[in-house]
Nanobody, 128 residues
């Protein structure tokens, strides 16, 4: 049974920082990539950042580049999202997504359909 669990959300003032964590586990879990998406009320889920496991390449949405940093702990199969200079428009439920090596099809980081496991989400609220 594969599990993807996020943590670290909360309430922060504009300009502040938060760090999200996402841990993946499971006997057959072999990581290809992990990423973060977010969904604000009344909006579609959108890509935030992703990291490919073998080469460590990182990908960011334009809206967060320079403010957010994605990183990993390979031994723990954990990915982090360091969020700095937070803005009220960053308020959303943040979801962690994982893609295993045995998932078919090409990898396109911003496409949520390219990930086969998802966490339950963690709320991030940025007050003005």
């Amino acid at each position: 049974q594969v599990q993807v669990v996020e943590s670290g959300g909360g309430l922060v003032q504009a300009g502040g920082s938060l760090r999200l964590s996402c841990a993946a586990s499971g006997r057959t879990f072999r990581t290809y990539a992990m990423g973060w998406f977010r969904q604000a009320p009344g909006k579609e889920r959108e890509f935030v950042a992703a990291l490919s496991w073998s080469g460590g390449m990182t990908y960011y949405a334009d809206s967060v580049r320079g403010r957010f940093t994605i990183s990993r702990d390979s031994a723990k199969i954990t990915v982090y999202l360091q969020m700095n200079s937070l803005k009220p428009e960053d308020t959303a439920v943040y979801y962690c997504a994982a893609r295993t090596t045995y998932y078919s099809g090409s990898y396109n980081p911003p496409d949520p359909g390219r990930y086969n496991f998802w966490g339950q989400g963690t709320q991030v609220t940025v007050s003005s």
